[in-house]
């Protein structure tokens, strides 16, 4: 097991349990407790946890989303999508990160990546390592109190249900940025009508984050290729990239590669 993979697994017992223990760590990821220890004190040194005397306790509101939203944010599908989505984003990038489950692993992947072997290459001349755009609560929370990222939250009317601000509010300060790469989160990709989602107030501020970025990522699990959703967010050819995981159908790939669009599997 990887340090990042031993990192994503600490902060999935983190945010169900709320505390840590070293002994009990150790066991459930088949390592020592030396290795948890400095696991944690680097996780700590990165503020994403408390260290305690034999652990560690919760920091942060990423700790407080309702349990519903935590534990499915932890699926291995999720973090490997997530993992493989910030090795797609440079040191200086401006970056539009929608709410949901996946975006917020990418918004985790990209603090360990700051955080992990070879930062020090990655660290920008001058300036933070990444500039984040987001309408979503928790990942401007998670990100905001560390120095590594500028991030810039859009305001509007926020949903309780996913954390994500709305409305013109939301619109009106997405329109007047302009992002490298746009990250999104979504419901439903249809080779006939697009990518899409459940709400129209959010699909409208998704495709504002599509149409102001350079490059357009989709990042969703394998579950959501083939299915419709209530509101439509733009078409396949405004999309460069989709990373999903292993279960995505041959003829579905195939079809969106002949589309013109990069299909990529973990």
């Not at 652990?55 to 989303?65: I, N, R």
């Not at 149409?211 to 699990?221: G, M, N, P, Q, S």
Request: aromatic residues 4%; contains cysteine.
């Amino acid at each position: 097991m990887s340090k990042q993979e031993r990192w994503s697994k600490l902060l999935e017992l983190l945010a169900v349990e709320g505390k840590l223990d070293v002994e009990e760590a150790a066991e459930e990821l088949t390592v020592s407790p030396a290795t948890i220890r400095r696991d944690l004190d680097e996780l700590a040194g990165q503020q994403l946890l408390v260290r305690t005397r034999g652990g560690a306790v919760a920091q942060g509101v990423s700790y407080e989303l309702p349990l519903r939203y935590k534990s499915a944010r932890r699926a291995s599908e999720k973090q490997r999508i997530a993992h493989a989505v910030a090795d797609l984003l440079g040191v200086g990038d401006v970056i539009g990160l929608n709410g949901g489950t996946t975006t917020t692993e990418v918004a985790r992947a990209l603090v360990l990546r700051t955080g992990g072997p070879g930062a020090e290459r990655r660290q920008s001349a001058s300036g933070p390592h990444y500039t984040v755009v987001t309408n979503a609560l928790n990942i401007a929370g998670e990100l905001a109190v560390r120095p590594q990222f500028k991030i810039v939250a859009t305001g509007g009317v926020a949903r309780p249900q996913t954390f994500e601000l709305v409305g013109p509010l939301t619109e009106g300060v997405l329109r007047q940025v302009v992002l490298d790469v746009a990250v999104l989160g979504v419901d439903g990709v249809d080779p006939d009508f697009g990518v899409m989602t459940h709400h129209e107030d959010e699909a409208s501020v998704s495709r504002l984050f599509a149409e102001r970025a350079r490059k357009v990522i989709l990042a969703t699990d394998s579950t959501k290729m083939g299915k419709r959703a209530f509101a439509r967010i733009c078409g396949l050819d405004r999309i460069d990239v989709i990373v999903t995981d292993s279960g995505i159908a041959p003829d579905v790939a195939s079809s969106l590669a002949d589309s013109g669009i990069e299909v990529i599997t973990v």
